[in-house]
T-cell receptor
Framework: DGGITQSPKYLFRKEGQNVTLSCEQNLNHDAMYWYRQDPGQGLRLIYY???????QKGDIAEGYSVSREKKESFPLTVTSAQKNPTAFYLC??????????????FGQGTRLTVV | DAKTTQPTSMDCAEGRAANLPCNHSTISGNEYVYWYRQIHSQGPQYIIH???NNETNEMASLIITEDRKSSTLILPHATLRDTAVYYCIVRVGARGGADGLTFGKGTHLIIQP
C-alpha cells in the first residue's frame, strides 16, 4: 500500500541529546514537510523540501535540521539547541498533477518526550 | 500564503449539515483554498480544495464566494465521527509556486448526538 510512514510512534529522550525522527513515503511525491504540534495548538511548519537535495526553513526551524538525500526520505533531527522539544511531530508529502498541487498526505505522527 | 480566519469552535447536531466558514480576504488570484481535518492525535486528512468554482466530493462540498474572500465547507449529514479540528488553508497551487503548507488553529467542530 502507498503511504507515508513515521517511526517510531513514541520516542523518549534525555535532555541534551539529539534525536532523529524518520519519515518515509512510497507515493513518489516530490514535496515533503515537517510540522510540530503542541497541545491544543495548530500545526507549525518546521522545514519543507520541494525536491531532492533542497529544503527550506519554515516558521520554527531553529533547533532542527533536515536532509533530503532521497526522494522518499526526509528525516528530522531535533537538536539539543531546541529549547522545548517535547511535542507531536507530523510529516507530510504532496505532489503536482498538471499545474495544481495535490493534497498533502500525512503520517500518523511521532510523539517525542524529552525528560 | 494568505492568512485565514476561522471560528475557534462550533457545534452541530448529528444528522444535520455542518457549515464551517473561513475568511481569506487577502487571497491572491493563483491561490487555492484547501480544507483538512484532524481527529485527535492523528495526522490531518485532506478533505477538498478549490480555486473559484464550487466543488463537491464524497466527503464534503466547498462553496467559494464570487470575490473569493471567503468560503464554506459543508458536511451534508454530520456524524459523530466528524468531530475534529478543521483547517482552512490558502496556498499557491501552481507548479513552481509551492511553498510550505501553513496551518492555522482551525475550527474545533463538535457533533452532538
Amino acid at each position: 500500500d502507498g503511504g507515508i510512514t513515521q517511526s517510531p510512534k513514541y520516542l523518549f529522550r534525555k535532555e541534551g541529546q539529539n534525536v532523529t525522527l524518520s519519515c518515509e513515503q512510497n507515493l513518489n511525491h516530490d514535496a515533503m514537510y515537517w510540522y510540530r504540534q503542541d497541545p491544543g495548538q495548530g500545526l507549525r511548519l518546521i522545514y519543507y523540501s520541494q525536491i531532492v537535495n533542497d529544503f527550506q526553513k519554515g516558521d520554527i526551524a531553529e533547533g532542527y535540521s533536515v536532509s533530503r538525500e532521497k526522494k522518499e526520505s526526509f528525516p528530522l533531527t531535533v537538536t539539543s539547541a531546541q529549547k522545548n522539544p517535547t511535542a507531536f511531530y507530523l510529516c507530510a508529502s504532496s505532489t503536482e498533477q498538471g499545474a495544481v498541487i495535490t493534497e498533502a498526505f500525512f503520517g500518523q505522527g511521532t510523539r517525542l518526550t524529552v525528560v | 500564503d494568505a492568512k485565514t480566519t476561522q471560528p475557534t469552535s462550533m457545534d452541530c447536531a448529528e444528522g444535520r449539515a455542518a457549515n464551517l466558514p473561513c475568511n481569506h480576504s487577502t487571497i491572491s488570484g493563483n491561490e487555492y483554498v484547501y480544507w483538512y481535518r484532524q481527529i485527535h492525535s492523528q495526522g490531518p486528512q485532506y478533505i477538498i480544495h478549490g480555486l473559484k468554482n464550487n466543488e463537491t466530493n464524497e466527503m464534503a462540498s466547498l462553496i467559494i464566494t464570487e470575490d473569493r474572500k471567503s468560503s464554506t465547507l459543508i458536511l451534508p449529514h454530520a456524524t459523530l465521527r466528524d468531530t475534529a479540528v478543521y483547517y482552512c488553508i490558502v496556498r499557491v497551487g501552481a507548479r513552481g509556486g509551492a511553498d510550505g503548507l501553513t496551518f492555522g488553529k482551525g475550527t474545533h467542530l463538535i457533533i452532538q448526538p
